[in-house]
């Protein structure tokens, strides 16, 4: 079988490490080039043994002239800033990009630097931009060029409630999303915040009403309810290695049963493989994702308090980055949106 050959930009981060992961094993794709900042030219092999036999070629410098002579995609799993600034270069040399970072996901480049605090990439290509949210914009994202991969909190959360927000079940004015992700969401450098003996036994919120997530949530949310959405969003830090919960709460607009809200999302996510609705009554936790790419998602509908409760769950490292990465890059091929992809969740 014919393979496209691809580029990694940020290959020694938790997003480029998980990408050459999953990309070992995608039948259609060879790693034509690891590439680091930092480290060129040394083998990655020295910073993460677990991959000893499995990538034997040493680290390559960022020159997307050079990355445009041996690859046809490149993934940026870069700093948001990073991105911005790469990004258009190496479509000028002539590659199709995957970008994992924020940099590209707020269509309105004064909003982007409000949230962001750094400049905006040009506005022609936050326009080029497709967001690659793959359940959902998936038509969009097939021939792309350009693919802005959705954040992991972004991911959960609009995959939790598009399917409601669209068929006008809730009231778009009334949603609250509680998230908590794992420390890997930060990235691999060190902070105090993601440091051993602050996080152990311990649960940190942080950003709250401040996350640079929420414009990339109100904007999605926005388009599907045909009207501005504003959300209180407030993201928490958790004990664990990987893994995002979203618990959102919004009111109903009408009396909708768990059954009911099962069916809808059952017929919304047909045909779409990585997302699973549990049964009513059953909720999902982040290790029954965790390592894969799915997303599960819950209910709970509180007839009392006319109040509906949505718990989506997902791998950040996966999901949330690496794996949708995969996933987009599959449906711009028009390739099967699973090659690669098809590891089941790491249990125990
Ligand atoms: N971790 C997660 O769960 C998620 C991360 N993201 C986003 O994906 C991107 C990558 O995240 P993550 O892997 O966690 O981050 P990390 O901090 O773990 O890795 C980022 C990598 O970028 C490289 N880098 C830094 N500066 C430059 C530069 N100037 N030019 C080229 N490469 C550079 C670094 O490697 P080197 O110095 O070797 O080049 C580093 O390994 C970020 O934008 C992040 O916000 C999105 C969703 C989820
Ligand atoms: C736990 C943790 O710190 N998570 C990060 C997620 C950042 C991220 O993924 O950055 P993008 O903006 O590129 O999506 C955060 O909350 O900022």
Redesign the pocket.
């Known amino acids: 079988m014919e393979k496209i050959k691809v580029a990694i930009?940020?290959?020694?981060?938790?997003?480029?490490?998980?990408l050459i992961r999953f990309l070992l094993g995608h039948p259609r794709v060879e790693i034509a080039s690891v590439?680091?900042?930092?480290?060129a030219g040394a083998p990655i092999t020295e910073g993460f043994p677990h991959l000893s036999n499995l990538v034997t070629r040493p680290?390559d410098g960022?020159d997307p002239r050079e990355i445009a002579e041996k690859a046809d995609v490149v993934f940026?799993?870069?700093?948001?800033g990073?991105?911005g600034k790469?990004v258009p270069q190496l479509l000028a040399a002539g590659l199709r990009v995957i970008d994992?970072?924020?940099?590209f996901r707020i269509k309105d480049g004064a909003v982007y630097e409000t949230w962001y605090k750094h400049e905006a990439p040009e506005a022609g290509l936050l326009e080029k931009a497709v967001y690659g949210l793959s359940e959902v914009n998936g038509a969009q994202v097939k021939g792309a060029e350009l693919i802005s991969?959705?954040?992991?909190y972004p991911?959960a959360t609009l995959l939790g409630l598009i399917p409601v927000l669209r068929e006008g079940w809730i009231d778009p004015g009334s949603i609250i999303i509680d998230a908590k992700?794992g420390v890997?969401?930060?990235?691999?450098?060190t902070s105090l915040i993601t440091h051993y003996a602050e996080i152990n036994e311990n649960l940190k919120v942080y950003k709250v009403n401040k996350h640079q997530h929420i414009p990339e949530i109100e904007q999605c949310l926005s388009e599907v309810a045909g009207e501005a959405v504003t959300v209180t969003f407030t993201t928490h830090l958790t004990p664990m290695t990987?893994g995002i919960m979203s618990t959102i709460y919004a009111g109903l607009k009408g009396t909708y049963t768990e059954e009911n809200l099962v069916e809808l999302y059952r017929q919304y996510y047909e045909g779409k493989p990585f997302v699973r609705i549990r049964e009513s009554g059953k909720w999902p936790a982040t290790k029954e994702v965790f390592g894969s790419n799915y997303c599960d998602i819950g209910f709970a509908a509180d007839p009392r308090t006319g109040r509906l409760t949505i718990i989506s769950v997902i791998d950040?490292?996966v999901k949330?980055?690496a794996g949708q990465a995969i996933q987009n890059l599959n449906l711009m091929m028009g390739w099967d949106e699973t090659l690669g992809l098809q590891l089941s969740p790491v249990y125990p």
Do not use: F, Q
Not at 9 to 18: D, F, L, P
Not at 35 to 39: E, G, K, P
Not at 100 to 103: A, K, P, V
């Open positions: 930009v940020g290959s020694t981060g938790y997003g480029g490490v998980e590439i680091s900042a930092s480290s680290l960022v940026t799993a870069t700093p948001s990073v991105s790469l994992l970072s924020g940099d991969n959705p954040g992991c991911t992700s890997s969401g930060a990235g691999r450098g990987r950040n490292v949330g980055a």
